[in-house]
């Protein structure tokens, strides 16, 4: 961290006296998030967590180790990469239509990105003919998304009016308009230790809802969420408040509700082949 914020001061220094780098060695508007992410991290991480960096001038990439201290998992030690895409928690596009030549915008040492296509209060921003087709096919899809979400409700025996007032309330305004205004890109994580965890499958897909870019529980990523966050959130995922209503491992979420000291054998079992410390 110390490493990479010379590093920036440095290019810094060198575009002031008129020394021009190219473009892929700028340091990134995301990179400069992470210097301080980083140390907000490292100063507020759980007792039962430890963080790799394998280059610790390369802040987008590391290895979160959780050690739980209880409960199911305890005695266990599990890895998760983490991995902070170049767009991450970045707004900013640049768009030209076609009677303009794009040319690269650059704020300090970063490069805009440039779009064809945007997302703006939950509106896909397009130039051009039938600009309106994506907009109109994505927000069918987010409209099923929402009804897939509810069907427990809308095939249940309650009252038709009681479901009109659900869909009106919870469906109709994820078609008709969003909250969100900027579509934010959270880090990419998977678990590399195989465990027996409902909401971690055997191939280290994570479900967890404040890693996913857009969530109608509205515990989705959001540009005030940091790395910290995502250090407890994957940490929480080995504590007894579980909840495993929308798992990934439904086999291993049904074990755990038909029969809890079966569900810890299982665990237990995981760890000494591969989680174990």
Same mark, same amino acid.
């Given at each position: 961290?110390?490493?990479?914020?010379?590093?920036?001061?440095?290019?810094?220094?060198?575009?002031?006296?008129?020394?021009?780098?190219?473009?892929?060695?700028?340091?990134?508007?995301?990179?400069?998030?992470?210097?301080?992410?980083?140390?907000?991290?490292?100063?507020? =991480?759980?007792?039962?967590?430890?963080?790799?960096?394998?280059?610790?001038?390369?802040?987008?990439?590391?290895?979160?180790?959780?050690?739980?201290?209880?409960?199911?998992?305890?005695?266990?030690?599990?890895?998760?990469?983490?991995?902070?895409?170049?767009?991450?928690?970045?707004?900013?596009?640049?768009?030209?239509?076609?009677?303009?030549?794009?040319?690269?915008?650059?704020?300090?040492?970063?490069?805009?990105?440039?779009?064809?296509?945007?997302?703006?209060?939950?509106?896909?921003?397009?130039?051009?003919?039938?600009?309106?087709?994506?907009?109109?096919?994505?927000?069918?899809?987010?409209?099923?998304?929402?009804?897939?979400?509810?069907?427990?409700?809308?095939?249940?025996?309650?009252?038709?009016?009681?479901?009109?007032?659900?869909?009106?309330?919870?469906?109709?305004?994820?078609?008709?308009?969003?909250?969100?205004?900027?579509?934010?890109?959270?880090?990419?994580?998977?678990?590399?230790?195989?465990?027996?965890?409902?909401?971690?499958?055997?191939?280290?897909?994570?479900?967890?809802?404040?890693?996913?870019?857009?969530?109608?529980?509205?515990?989705?990523?959001?540009?005030?969420?940091?790395?910290?966050?995502?250090?407890?959130?994957?940490?929480? =995922?080995?504590?007894?408040?579980?909840?495993?209503?929308?798992?990934?491992?439904?086999?291993?979420?049904?074990?755990?509700?038909?029969?809890?000291?079966?569900?810890?054998?299982?665990?237990?079992?995981?760890?000494?082949?591969?989680?174990?410390?």
């Amino acid at each position: 961290m110390i490493t990479l914020n010379k590093k920036i001061k440095k290019e810094g220094s060198d575009h002031s006296n008129g020394i021009s780098n190219e473009t892929s060695k700028r340091i990134s508007v995301r990179d400069k998030l992470l210097v301080k992410e980083v140390q907000e991290m490292n100063e507020n =991480l759980p007792t039962t967590c430890a963080v790799t960096f394998e280059d610790p001038n390369v802040l987008c990439e590391f290895t979160l180790t959780v050690a739980p201290d209880e409960g199911y998992w305890q005695g266990g030690r599990f890895q998760f990469s983490v991995f902070v895409t170049e767009d991450y928690n970045m707004a900013t596009k640049v768009m030209y239509n076609a009677h303009i030549k794009p040319e690269p915008v650059i704020v300090g040492e970063a490069t805009i990105e440039v779009v064809q296509e945007y997302d703006y209060l939950e509106q896909t921003i397009r130039l051009g003919r039938r600009n309106f087709d994506k907009e109109a096919a994505r927000r069918i899809q987010l409209g099923w998304a929402a009804f897939g979400k509810l069907r427990h409700i809308f095939s249940s025996a309650i009252p038709q009016s009681l479901k009109t007032k659900v869909f009106n309330q919870c469906v109709l305004p994820v078609m008709t308009y969003g909250a969100e205004t900027w579509t934010l890109t959270p880090p990419k994580v998977k678990c590399l230790t195989k465990l027996w965890h409902p909401n971690i499958n055997e191939d280290g897909d994570i479900c967890l809802s404040l890693l996913r870019q857009t969530s109608i529980d509205e515990h989705g990523w959001a540009p005030t969420r940091r790395l910290k966050d995502v250090v407890w959130g994957l940490n929480s =995922l080995f504590t007894d408040l579980l909840n495993f209503e929308d798992p990934l491992n439904i086999e291993a979420a049904e074990q755990y509700k038909k029969d809890k000291v079966e569900f810890q054998a299982k665990v237990q079992e995981y760890i000494s082949l591969s989680g174990k410390r």
